[in-house]
C-alpha cells in the first residue's frame, strides 16, 4: 500500500478486490456444469479485468504525480440477467450444483459495493467521488445479476439465502 497518496492507496485497495473477484469468477467459471451460470461467472470476470485496467491506468497516472483525471470514468456497462441472456430465459442444466458458489459471489459483490461507498467517503475529491460511484453502481448491478441467476435455480432443499424467490415459491 501507498502510505503517503491517499488516493493511490484507495486505487491499490480496489486493485486488490477486482483481482481477488477475478481470480474467484474464473474458478468458479471452470468448475460450473452449466452453460449458463459459466456464461455470467464469464461475464463478472470481465467487467473485472475491465475495473482492473481502469484502476491501473489511474494508479499509473498518480503514482507519476498527476492529479485525478476530471471526467474520467469506467469503461463500463451496468449488467443484467437480461442484458447477459440477449433477453431469452437461459437453459440451465444442473445448475444448482452451482449454489453456493453463487451465494459466495453474492457477498463478494456486497464487499465490492461496501469498498467502493468507502472509498466515496474518504475522499473530497469530487472526480474521484464519481468514479468510486460508478463502481459501486456496477457492484451492486453484478449482485443482482447473481441474485437472479440464484432465482432461475432450483435451490438446493436448505437454502442459505432467505427470502429467495424460489424457495417462497416452494420450489425445491
Request: hydrophobic share 30%; proline share 3%; charged share 30%.
Amino acid at each position: 500500500m501507498n502510505d503517503t497518496d491517499p488516493a493511490a492507496d484507495g486505487l491499490e485497495r480496489a486493485m486488490n478486490f477486482e483481482e481477488e473477484g477475478i481470480q474467484f469468477f474464473q474458478s468458479a467459471c471452470n468448475h460450473s456444469g452449466c452453460s449458463a451460470v459459466r456464461k455470467v461467472f464469464e461475464e463478472l470476470e470481465n467487467a473485472g479485468k475491465n475495473h482492473l485496467e481502469d484502476l491501473s491506468e489511474l494508479l499509473e497516472r498518480i503514482s507519476m504525480g498527476f492529479k485525478w483525471p476530471s471526467g474520467f470514468h469506467p469503461r463500463s456497462q451496468v449488467l443484467s440477467f437480461n442484458i447477459i441472456f440477449d433477453g431469452k430465459k437461459p437453459e440451465i442444466v444442473d445448475g444448482h450444483k452451482d449454489q453456493e458458489t453463487i451465494l459466495l459471489a453474492m457477498e463478494m459483490e456486497q464487499s465490492g459495493c461496501s469498498l467502493y461507498r468507502k472509498l466515496q467517503l474518504e475522499t473530497d475529491n469530487r472526480c474521484e467521488k464519481d468514479f468510486y460511484a460508478v463502481l459501486q453502481i456496477e457492484e451492486e448491478s453484478h449482485y443482482q445479476v447473481l441474485s437472479d441467476l440464484h432465482d432461475e435455480l432450483d435451490c438446493p432443499p436448505v437454502c442459505s439465502r432467505r427470502g429467495c424467490a424460489m424457495c417462497r415459491s416452494g420450489r425445491k
